[in-house]
């Protein structure tokens, strides 16, 4: 019992790390609030730049935890510093002394409905990245039309933007923007795509060519200017309101679908979890690690750390990278 | 009682002398210069209603009771209005009674201006009469009052919450100068008169006073430096008084017959601008009422602050107080004197000169036509949900109307107006009424406070009326075309700035949310409703102060219980939607949720 680790979500940094933990010869303790494991990646459908399958990545982490202890359906009720160890009190009624805990509470999606002027849950028409990729995985949507003529793409929902809260950019959707672009124009190739980006921050290997290839090969337009606002038609399609700021000219869009790129926040329960047991937060609600260049996963107690989207936002390969960085500190930690 | 000096003149009164001298001349310059600086047809208002028999009534009615009495104050703090009403009718009525004393005993000395403030000096009690104890008394029982309220500024300045103020002005040193000399003029004026007692007689103050000096001192030494004292610090203040916050005191008095007479503000610095700033007694009571003083650095350019920079003339600080304030009004309501800060602020921002003027002549927006129009406002089509509401409410009513800028239209030029870039403002405003009017429509609805506003100050709709969908939805619901089914909730509403202090609409969301919902009400409500913080008023207010006050205020509304909030501007909808605990709907999603029949999903 001396030398538990726990894990707290069963995403894809909490998989990760107990992965590795595991090939190290510690078995860890996953605790995941959902009935599921695999977090936000297990609801989407393929990962850029590669068109990955995620319930593939997923599937396979799956495979390779079984040897974990997992409750699902569990959530930390409480944490308590003992000394050198922790005291966590689970839903499910078990207390757990840990030597360490691993924090992969990942992140939020912004509530777009917060962006009123786009009209999500005011219009039929307006669905949410989240919402398209379920719908990818096959859930039926009726806000979806059967073969839309138009498709526009809002980037940066609840993302840069100080009026709702959050100033920090959440990375891959602009990325995610482009991918479900290509399969909005795959699946409907007479569709025309609009994509209304302040900045396109492609940053990573390989996202450049994505996006040159939506342009090429697919006829993705790019319209810089964000959207001002969204309007209904009597006929329930809608009415996009933007400027082109390259042109310098104000536009009016007409179309009949309408995707949110809503952005990454703080998970606000990890946040207040943390704070119980003296963990800092950084102004962005994410938690903070003690340096951001080169600790990101240490915490300001010893004994807690982090992985993934939990202080701050990440891709996918940059949580898995950060998990298995992870899963050795705790190692070096337990043997120390 | 006799006359007791037979010249009846000590060289002590001329310091007094010269302070009165003084005031007078400074404040018949100024109230004549202020009537030139008037337009003409102002000043020929002022001067008709200066003889019309009801103005004249209301003119002394309003002096007597806000610069006497204080009604108003009392009103709002009855210590504050205590410690008012008491220094200044106190001190009313001794001059009054000394006037009486001179005419009672010495008849032949009311040509002498000084002989009622110095009356104890001159005369000399012969054999006790009736008429002379009973003055006395009179004269002691009012510069007690006056003593007492003196004693309540004093403490105010060192523990103001004691009186009910959490915050108050920061005093410069000429209005300090001129509180200290008017603190001292009392006391002294009790002492000179104790120490003349056993010659001019007294009462139940001045005469036991006189037995303790006399008893300690043993000699009348301290007798005549006492009055050269009480005349020179006399001097003293009237002579700061036109430099200081003071002034209040003559200049209310021009203020009243100015505002009596139906005068507006048309220069921020001149006439009855000028007098306005003169009227400001410092006395901070718009300081806890701005939004912007839960920010320590912004207490500074309350109104208060506004009309201290206008007489010192610090024009960089005119610009950046006048381009900060949210103009929610708030400031223009609690004050006693009636300082109309927003206005003023207007005037100042219409001076600014800009570069580039946009041109809005060749926007092209669809012709509306019906009799009846919507207009939903920019702030609406960022919050769709009130629009919707509104559509749908008045299509159950069986309303038939034209939402006239559904698709877009001409913004109704409120916030150029607001940032005082006139000139453009009313060319949007030309070109909604070219259209209004065009319409052949005979109402205007309106959902945005903020456009109501403009609509109905600055269009000129001939045959439109213009009304906010509170009142539309309250005549509807009279006329029995619209029917309500109660919800469990309960909300608390919140009153947007231009509604509710900027319109006058303070009932009818009260009328119509207690039909559909139980009410709460907020400690600070109505008339004294604290600004969501989003106004568009402001130029320059950063995003971390406007959450600040955005807090501040749902923390008034969080003190009502209430399960969620209530209002009816587009604006403080998105603004306090922002950081709210809970939720936050406009009266219209409510009232369509309402004649449903189906809850609110919160």
């Known amino acids: 019992m001396k030398d538990n680790v726990v894990i707290i979500g069963g995403g894809i940094a909490g998989m990760e790390a107990a992965k590795q933990l595991l090939s190290l010869g510690v078995k860890p303790i996953l605790v995941e609030k959902a009935p599921r494991l695999g977090g936000h990646v297990a609801s989407w459908h393929r990962l850029f730049p590669d068109m990955t399958l995620a319930s593939d990545i997923i599937k396979r982490l799956e495979k390779d935890i079984a040897g974990a202890n997992i409750f699902l359906e569990t959530s930390v009720e409480n944490i308590s510093r003992k000394g050198r160890s922790y005291n966590l009190v689970l839903s499910n009624g078990i207390t757990v002394n840990a030597a360490a805990v691993l924090f992969a509470t990942g992140f939020s999606l912004f509530d777009a409905a917060k962006k009123e002027e786009y009209g999500y849950g005011v219009y039929d028409r307006v669905i949410t990245n989240a919402d398209l990729e ?203 | 009682m006799i006359d007791r000096i037979p010249s009846g003149f000590n060289p002590f009164v001329i310091p007094f002398l010269f302070g009165m001298a003084f005031v007078l001349g400074y404040c018949l310059f100024g109230a004549v210069r202020i009537l030139l600086q008037l337009p003409r047809e102002d000043r020929k208002k002022l001067y008709l209603s200066l003889i019309t028999p009801t103005t004249i009534y209301k003119n002394i009615r309003d002096i007597f009771c806000d610069c006497l009495l204080h009604v108003r104050l009392w009103k709002r703090n009855p210590v504050l209005g205590y410690m008012h009403s008491s220094i200044a009718f106190g001190w009313f009525m001794l001059i009054v009674l000394g006037h009486v004393e001179v005419l009672l005993f010495v008849p032949h000395r009311i040509n002498l201006f000084y002989y009622p403030i110095f009356f104890n000096y001159f005369v000399a009690e012969a054999n006790q009469t009736l008429r002379g104890a009973f003055m006395f008394f009179l004269m002691d029982l009012f510069l007690l009052l006056v003593m007492s309220g003196i004693a309540i500024a004093m403490i105010k300045r060192v523990r103001s919450r004691i009186v009910g103020m959490r915050k108050t002005t920061r005093h410069s040193l000429i209005n300090l100068i001129g509180m200290y000399s008017l603190w001292a003029i009392f006391p002294l004026r009790l002492l000179a008169e104790c120490f003349t007692a056993h010659i001019s007689g007294g009462s139940f103050l001045t005469i036991p006073g006189n037995w303790v000096f006399r008893s300690i001192l043993g000699n009348d030494l301290n007798l005549l430096p006492t009055w050269w004292a009480y005349s020179i610090v006399l001097c003293i203040f009237m002579c700061v008084l036109p430099f200081s916050r003071y002034m209040h005191i003559p200049a209310e008095m021009m203020l009243i017959p100015l505002r009596n007479a139906g005068l507006k503000v048309r220069d921020s610095r001149k006439g009855f601008a000028r007098v306005q700033v003169m009227s400001c007694p410092n006395c901070g009571v718009c300081l806890d009422a701005c939004p912007m003083s839960v920010s320590r650095a912004d207490v500074r350019d309350c109104t208060v602050y506004l009309m201290r920079q206008m007489r010192a003339g610090n024009e960089r600080r005119i610009k950046e107080i006048s381009e900060k304030c949210l103009l929610c009004g708030k400031c223009e309501a609690v004050c006693q004197e009636g300082v109309e800060g927003p206005k003023l602020r207007l005037l100042e921002r219409a001076k600014t000169e800009y570069r580039l003027s946009p041109d809005y002549s060749d926007i092209y927006v669809a012709a509306p036509s019906g009799k009846v129009l919507y207009f939903s406002g920019c702030m609406s089509q960022l919050t769709p949900s009130v629009g919707r509401s509104v559509e749908s409410v008045m299509r159950k009513a069986g309303v038939d109307f034209d939402w006239m800028d559904r698709e877009g239209g001409i913004c109704c030029g409120r916030p150029m107006f607001t940032a005082g870039r006139l000139e453009e403002a009313r060319g949007m405003v030309r070109r909604n009424e070219e259209l209004i009017l065009a319409s052949g429509a005979d109402t205007l609805v309106v959902s945005c406070p903020i456009c109501f506003k403009m609509f109905r100050e600055e269009y000129s709709l001939p045959g439109v009326r213009v009304v906010h969908y509170l009142e539309y939805f309250d005549e509807l619901i009279a006329e029995g075309r619209l029917t309500l089914e109660k919800s469990e909730l309960c909300y608390v509403y919140h009153d947007p700035c231009e509604l509710g202090r900027g319109s006058g609409i303070y009932d009818q969301p009260r009328r119509l949310l207690g039909r559909a919902a139980a009410i709460a009400e907020a400690p600070k409500a109505r008339a004294e409703s604290v600004c969501c913080g989003g106004s568009l008023g402001s130029l320059t207010l950063d995003f971390a102060r406007r959450e600040k006050m955005t807090r501040a205020s749902l923390e008034n509304l969080y003190a009502s219980h209430a399960d969620a909030i209530a209002t009816a501007c587009p604006l403080c909808l998105a603004t306090f939607g922002r950081y709210s605990d809970r939720p936050v709907r406009d009266v219209a999603e409510i009232i369509d949720q309402q004649t449903k029949g189906n809850n609110i999903e919160l």
């Open chain 1, 134 to 336: 379920a719908w990818m995985n096959g859930k039926k949507d009726s806000r979806i039309p059967a073969s839309p003529a138009t498709v526009g793409f809002v980037h940066c929902v609840g993302s840069r933007d100080i009026k709702a809260g959050n100033t920090q950019c959440s990375k891959v959707c602009c990325t995610t923007a482009i991918k479900q672009a290509i399969e909005i124009k795959e699946r409907f190739p007479a569709a025309e795509v609009y994509c209304f980006y302040m900045d396109l921050r492609l940053f990573g290997k390989k996202y450049e060519d994505f996006y040159i290839e939506a342009q090429k090969d697919f006829g993705v337009h790019f319209v810089r200017g964000r959207v001002s606002e969204v309007g209904e038609r009597i006929d329930g399609s809608l009415q996009v309101k933007a400027e082109d700021t390259l042109s310098g000219r104000p536009l009016r869009v007409g179309v009949d679908l309408l995707v949110l790129m809503s952005g990454m926040c703080c998970n606000p329960k990890a946040g207040a979890l943390a704070s119980s047991v003296k963990l800092e937060l950084d102004s962005d609600g994410f938690l903070r690690s003690r340096d951001n260049v080169y600790e990101i996963n240490r915490s300001n107690l010893p004994g807690v750390f982090y992985a993934g989207a939990c202080t701050g936002t990440k891709t996918v390969p940059e949580t898995a990278a950060e998990a298995r960085a992870a899963a050795l500190e705790i190692y070096n930690y337990l043997k120390a």
